[in-house]
């Protein structure tokens, strides 16, 4: 059994910085790409960044330049630091793993979610 658990939210004053940890741990053969997604009240859950385990990242236009996605993988672990908070980015933050279960079957795991709230 795989488990994700993410850490690390909370209630932020708009410009200041969270960072945001999660790990991956169980039976597995590797980590392959682990991401960070989030969802807003009333809004469909979207892609905020992800890296590859080659460490090739991608972000959504919207938090580019302002937070970085990193990721250590002798602890099968991906961060997020987030900076310059805005309003707009308050949502439950998802982290995903694509773990290689096996040779042949990767399967994607889903963390519980953690609530990020940026407000004054």
């Known amino acids: 059994q795989v488990q994700v658990v993410e850490s690390g939210g909370g209630l932020v004053q708009p410009g200041e910085s969270l960072r945001l940890s999660c790990a991956a741990s169980?039976?597995?053969?590797?980590?392959?790409?682990m991401g960070w997604y989030r969802q807003a009240p009333g809004k469909q859950r979207e892609l905020v960044a992800a890296i590859t385990s080659g460490g090739t990242t991608n972000y959504a236009d919207s938090v580019k330049a302002r937070f970085t996605i990193s990721r250590d993988n002798a602890k099968n672990t991906v961060y997020l630091q987030m900076n310059s908070l805005k309003p707009e980015d308050t949502a439950v933050y998802y982290c995903?793993?694509?773990?290689?279960?096996?040779?042949?079957?990767?399967?994607?795991?889903w963390g519980q979610g953690t609530q990020v709230t940026v407000s004054s």
């Open positions: 169980g039976r597995m053969v590797s980590v392959n790409a």
């Open positions: 995903n793993a694509d773990v290689s279960v096996t040779m042949a079957f990767v399967h994607r795991y």
